[in-house]
């Protein structure tokens, strides 16, 4: 089944290869069109024919990994993402024949069960969701992390940044060049804000060095889920290399049978839920998102996951477009997952019932029908 459909991706772990069902013919390729810097064209850019690319490693661009004396790094982690699925749209896909857009319902009829699969998802039916957890502030706590990236970046800039709850959110949620040329207003030349994002991108994956400890209650929750044997998978853009790294460190990485990180380039919050989907071999309406961020909820729901919100990041009245919102992890347990997915039912082997028209009864002619 691994030419049922290749995504092209080194994001899965090594120990857990993914499989596809075989009804998803090895004709659909999903492709990465649009990469960050970290990708290059094939140096013969003069043969239109050639479609192939050069995807350099994702920690530098030349021999020694430095781009203007700073390492290449993913530069999503301080930018507001797009959402995404906004009207259900998903990949852009390359097959032989040509592209194909494959959207949020290609992939929810696609990916259906087989029949052996219905048998044993009948007789278990926890095992036939997937879960999809974010690793900001769901499975690391990143706020920390990035906070002192900047508080580290002030004081190597001799700057200081002013206290206030609203900065802070800008510091968390907003795009670094917004902050820094209109917020705090440190960079005026285009070269002193590049300069500074290298920079603060470095400071974070620096720091993100020293985590080794996951979200409270996670490890809990991972280990219920792996008991019941549903299949996990975490999303972020950061480099799989670290991020892989990182879960070492906390112990979790045998828990997550798929990663989707910045070599995918997916292009939204949203794509990264659907490949997550596609990883686990589950379709997106059998799938939960764990977020903290509205955002990400929205973009589940685009995706028509489920989503279940932790309350932390943001307050609780910023999630209430969630399914299910909780303070924490030890909130959570298996029969929740069921709950969310109760009021759709099962069609499993269920007779389908004939709704008969009545027809209307004859009237008798009488004298007064007649006259």
Not at 202 to 214: A, G, H, M, W
Request: charged content about 25%; hydrophobic content about 40%.
């Amino acid at each position: 089944m691994e030419n049922a459909l290749n995504l092209r991706s080194s994001s899965l772990l090594p120990l857990n290869t993914t499989t596809f069902p075989s009804h998803l013919s090895s004709r659909i390729i999903f492709t990465r069109f649009k990469r960050s810097s970290s990708l290059q064209h094939h140096r013969n850019n003069n043969n239109n024919n050639n479609k192939s690319v050069l995807i350099r490693n994702a920690f530098g661009s030349d021999e020694n990994g430095q781009l203007n004396g700073f390492p290449n790094l993913p530069d999503k982690i301080f930018t507001q993402e797009v959402i995404g699925a906004e009207y259900g749209e998903g990949f852009e896909t390359f097959r032989p024949e040509g592209p194909l857009k494959v959207d949020v319902d290609f992939l929810n009829d696609r990916m259906q069960e087989g029949f052996l699969q219905r048998i044993r998802y009948a007789m278990k039916p926890d095992e036939a969701y997937g879960l999809i957890f974010s690793w900001d502030n769901v499975v690391a706590d990143t706020r920390a992390l990035k906070l002192r990236a900047w508080e580290q970046l002030a004081s190597e800039e001799g700057k200081e940044i002013p206290r206030g709850v609203s900065l802070k959110r800008f510091l968390l949620y907003g795009d670094v060049e917004h902050v820094l040329h209109k917020v705090l207003r440190w960079g005026k030349a285009e070269d002193d804000i590049d300069r500074l994002k290298s920079r603060i991108s470095q400071l974070y994956y620096d720091n993100l060095v020293d985590v080794s400890e996951p979200i409270e209650g996670v490890r809990e929750w991972l280990d219920a889920v792996a008991t019941s044997r549903i299949p996990c998978a975490v999303v972020s853009s950061l480099g799989r290399k670290n991020m892989v790294e990182t879960l070492d460190r906390m112990g979790l990485k045998k828990f997550f049978q798929a990663i989707v990180s910045e070599e995918d380039g997916m292009e939204s919050i949203a794509h990264r839920f659907l490949s997550a989907a596609v990883k686990l071999d589950r379709k997106p309406s059998k799938c939960v998102v764990f977020e903290d961020d509205p955002r990400g909820i929205t973009a589940a729901h685009n995706c028509t996951m489920m989503a279940v919100a932790l309350i932390g990041a943001h307050p609780a009245y910023d999630l209430g477009q969630a399914d299910l919102a909780v303070g924490s992890f030890n909130e959570l347990s298996v029969i929740n997952l069921r709950r969310l997915f109760a009021h759709k039912g099962s069609t499993f082997m269920e007779l389908e019932k004939q709704v008969e028209e009545k027809t209307p009864s004859r009237r008798k002619l009488t004298i007064d029908t007649i006259f």
